[in-house]
Every structure is written in C-alpha cells, then in structure tokens.
T-cell receptor, first 109, second 113 residues
Framework: LAKTTQPISMDSYEGQEVNITCSHNNIATNDYITWYQQFPSQGPRFIIQGYKTKVTNEVASLFIPADRKSSTLSLPRVSLSDTAVYYCLVGERDDKIIFGKGTRLHILP | DAGVIQSPRHEVTEMGQEVTLRCKPISGHNSLFWYRQTMMRGLELLIYFNNNVPIDDSGMPEDRFSAKMPNASFSTLKIQPSEPRDSAVYFC???????????FGPGTRLTVT
C-alpha cells in the first residue's frame, strides 16, 4: 500500500478556491488515487477518483502530475458547508485501503 | 436510492453484554465493509466481504468480534462480550466498483459502560 502524506489542517475563507495536496511517492503502476470527505457525525463520502492527468466532477477536480507522486484536490468557491475532513487514499482497485488522519479543512466566513 | 442502512443508530450497553450491529448495503453492491472510528485511532477497517465471502478480516481486533453476511442484503457485526474500549462509531459501507468507491452508512455510535 502506498503511504500518503497530507496536511493535518487547513483554513480558508468562503468563496475561495481550496487546494489540498497529497504526497504519495511510492505509488505503484496499478494504484488509483481516491478522495473522501467526512462531515462531523457522518460517514465518509466518496468525492473523486483518478489515475492520471485531471478529473473533474460536480464537486471537485483532481489534478495528478505525470509522475503521479502527488495529487491535488481542488474545491472551487468553498462555502461554510465544505468544512470537513478530507482523506487521500492510494491503492489498487481491489486492494485493501487505509484511511489516514486526513486534512481538517475549516472554512471561515 | 435508500443508501446504506445501519441499525441501531445509537447503542448504550454495559460491559460484558453482547452487542449486534446491523447493516443493509445498497442493492446491487457486491462488497461490504465494516469500519470503526475513534478519535485516537481514526477510521479502521475491520473486515470486508466480496460476494458475501469474507476477504480480509485482519482488522478484527480480537475473538470477541465476529461478522457475518448471510446474504447480499444483510450483514451483522457482533461483539461478545463488549468492553468499554469498544466504544466507538461503527460504519458499514458498500461498493460496486472496487474498494475505492465505497458508500458509507450513517454509523452506529456504541457506548459501553
């Protein structure tokens, strides 16, 4: 399993774009990169998954450079309701995954 | 789509009692996962099933914990006997497209006194 490193916490303001970067230097060829979001008192929610380059959906964008040793989750124009813990996970589609500590994102008014 | 359903949502029990947590996965999903979350240890994978068969139970803490999946629409996690250190939020999740795209239930908050 590839080890991931992400900031413990981040603060931002409403209306800003937020970028959370995850490092995964030992990512393997068959590994995918997946991000989850967890609000207080709720289970994690799948946000986005990618393998290379850029993936975009209605919630976020995921940027993956050519060497795939890092990835950046981009949240456009955040609101107070985006305050949550964001987890970066790396692994094969059918391999065990491990949730780390995640990044606590706090959006300020 | 009802999502993953867990019951009960809250459980308070005394040490030594048996606790059974229940999960109904999303219809059509073929993988089911049980997690435990605490402030100290974060989110830990306990066990996961694929097509009702346990694939990886290495996260089950000890023999007091057991999980079953008798059919594609139901799973249980049992703790017998329960201990105060088992107090946590227990999540069930299901997936159709591999272990990375999981859909979580609301969780069961277990308190063992």
């Amino acid at each position: 399993l590839a080890k991931t490193t992400q900031p413990i916490s981040m603060d931002s303001y409403e209306g800003q774009e937020v970028n959370i970067t995850c490092s995964h230097n030992n990512i393997a060829t068959n590994d995918y990169i997946t991000w989850y979001q967890q609000f207080p008192s709720q289970g994690p929610r799948f946000i986005i998954q990618g393998y290379k380059t850029k993936v975009t959906n209605e919630v976020a964008s995921l940027f993956i450079p050519a060497d795939r040793k890092s990835s950046t989750l981009s949240l456009p124009r955040v609101s107070l309701s985006d305050t949550a813990v964001y987890y970066c996970l790396v692994g094969e589609r059918d391999d065990k995954i491990i949730f780390g500590k995640g990044t606590r994102l706090h959006i300020l008014p | 789509d009802a999502g993953v359903i867990q019951s009960p949502r809250h459980e308070v029990t005394e040490m030594g009692q048996e606790v059974t947590l229940r999960c109904k996965p999303i219809s059509g999903h073929n993988s089911l996962f049980w997690y435990r979350q605490t402030m100290m240890r974060g989110l830990e994978l306990l066990i996961y099933f694929n097509n009702n068969v346990p694939i990886d139970d290495s996260g089950m803490p000890e023999d007091r914990f057991s999980a079953k999946m008798p059919n594609a629409s139901f799973s249980t996690l049992k703790i017998q006997p329960s201990e105060p250190r088992d107090s946590a939020v227990y999540f069930c999740a299901s997936s159709l497209r591999g272990v990375h795209e999981q859909y979580f239930g609301p969780g069961t908050r277990l308190t063992v006194t």
